[in-house]
């Protein structure tokens, strides 16, 4: 008598003699990446963190960055608009948009802001100098360069309340790939960061402390 079995695989069983075929399961689709975050379309008042306006590019007009909350990654978005000409009447338009730009925490002492620097460059300004004994500030500088904002450069100090010997500080400047982590140089890849692709990983890890 022949009898088949099904299971993983399939059985021919037939005089006490089993063959066996097994089945071979179809390679499983590689998983989408990713969907890459967007700027909203509108901005609630109560999600703005910190916004400025400055004359960062080539439009002519007044060009504006706004930083929101973003409360799911206790973090914060940045948008930059750029202005479509020096009239004010012709409006703005999202030039950027980077996803967890900056820590945000909920209170004074670790929630960040834009900052304007002395030479008129966008700043994001964020630290923790409200809670537990690490503490730290970071200045992060955007420049406009071959028609997208990067990040040019970023200053960072840190220490521990309870060790003196922990923390330290980095000045690195992402144009020229020249930098310092405390006295000792360090060296990167010139060019700049472009600001919606920063992650902190980016970071040298002479700098993380």
Known sequence: MLKIVTASAFALVSAGLVLA????????KPAAPAATPAAPATV???????AVSGAWTDSGGMDRAVLIN?????????????????????????????HDIAFAGAMFGNMP??????TG???????????GRDKWERTMTLSYRKGQFVISGLTLSAFDTLDP?????????FLTGAGKAGKTKIKLAAGGIPVDKWTEDMIP???QF
């Open 21 to 28: 075929f097994p089945v071979v399961a179809a390679a499983p």
């Open 44 to 50: 609630a008042p109560d999600k703005v963190l910190s």
């Open 70 to 98: 973003d409360e799911d990654n206790t973090s914060a978005d940045l948008i930059i608009y750029v202005a479509n000409g020096p009239d004010p009447s012709q409006g703005v338009k999202v030039a950027s948009f980077a």
């Open 113 to 118: 802001e834009l900052r304007t620097a002395k």
């Open 121 to 131: 460059a966008l700043q994001i300004y964020s630290e923790n100098m409200a809670v």
């Open 165 to 173: 010997k922990a923390g330290g500080s980095c000045d690195i400047n």
């Open 205 to 207: 890890a002479a700098c």
